[in-house]
T-cell receptor, first 112, second 114 residues
Framework: RKEVEQDPGPFNVPEGATVAFNCTYS??????FFWYRQDCRKEPKLLMS???SGNEDGRFTAQLNRASQYISLLIRDSKLSDSATYLC?????????????FGTGTRLTIIP | DAGVTQSPTHLIKTRGQQVTLRCSPK?????VSWYQQALGQGPQFIFQ???????QRGNFPDRFSGHQFPNYSSELNVNALLLGDSALYLC?????????????FGPGTRLTVL
């Protein structure tokens, strides 16, 4: 079983729609969680950290369910510029500068 | 404030050759991690350097080695290249003492092995 699993997509979503991604992780001892965004042929960039209480940043909402070991990302009112690959990232320790374990990524295309 | 820089941008090698990739961390950062990203996959952790020593290592063979210099810059060396080593190699930097710090990635070096 992979340490971090994501649906690779692609997700093709009309502009303005809401889209949700899920990710599951196998190591129950994992402590910190992130969503990264990667544009085509570019480096990954941190989108947001994910906290147990859930967190929101504008149109983006991230949730963590430790009991079920999954992480979610919700994008509301999607824009063309949201087209990218979204990587779910897990860290065994409680800070982000240790070894990061990435999922394969979910590819999102926003259609005009 | 310069971000993470990597060189070269692209590289083409043949099987059996050796390659060296270079990374300069973001200003103020002291820790460098290397990742390999094959096409259609997420980045895979190779190793991490701090204070010029390998601090953590992922599941990669000894053909992959690294070095960190006193100015915190780093090199990744790959010996006896295989076709399967073709990938985007990403360098990420962070400051170890800042527990909430995340890693910042450079633009990567795209290696093609023929």
């Amino acid at each position: 079983r992979k340490e971090v699993e994501q649906d690779p997509g692609p997700f093709n979503v009309p502009e303005g729609a809401t889209v949700a991604f899920n990710c599951t992780y196998s190591n129950s001892a994992s402590q910190s969680f992130f969503w990264y965004r990667q544009d085509c042929r570019k480096e990954p960039k941190l989108l947001m950290s994910v906290y147990s209480s859930g967190n929101e940043d504008g149109r983006f909402t991230a949730q963590l369910n430790r009991a079920s070991q999954y992480i979610s990302l919700l994008i509301r009112d999607s824009k063309l510029s949201d087209s990218a690959t979204y990587l779910c990232v897990v860290n065994p320790l409680n800070f982000g500068n240790e070894k990061l374990t990435f999922g394969t990524g979910t590819r999102l295309t926003i259609i005009p | 404030d310069a971000g993470v820089t990597q060189s070269p941008t692209h590289l083409i090698k043949t099987r059996g050759q050796q390659v060296t990739l270079r990374c300069s961390p973001k200003s103020g950062h002291d820790t460098v991690s290397w990742y390999q990203q094959a096409l259609g996959q997420g980045p895979q952790f190779i190793f991490q350097y701090y204070e010029e020593e390998e601090r953590q290592r992922g599941n990669f063979p000894d053909r992959f080695s690294g070095h960190q210099f006193p100015n915190y810059s780093s090199e990744l060396n790959v010996n006896a290249l295989l076709l399967g080593d073709s990938a985007l190699y990403l360098c990420a930097s962070s400051k170890l003492a800042v527990l909430t710090d995340t890693q910042y990635f450079g633009p990567g070096t795209r290696l093609t092995v023929l």
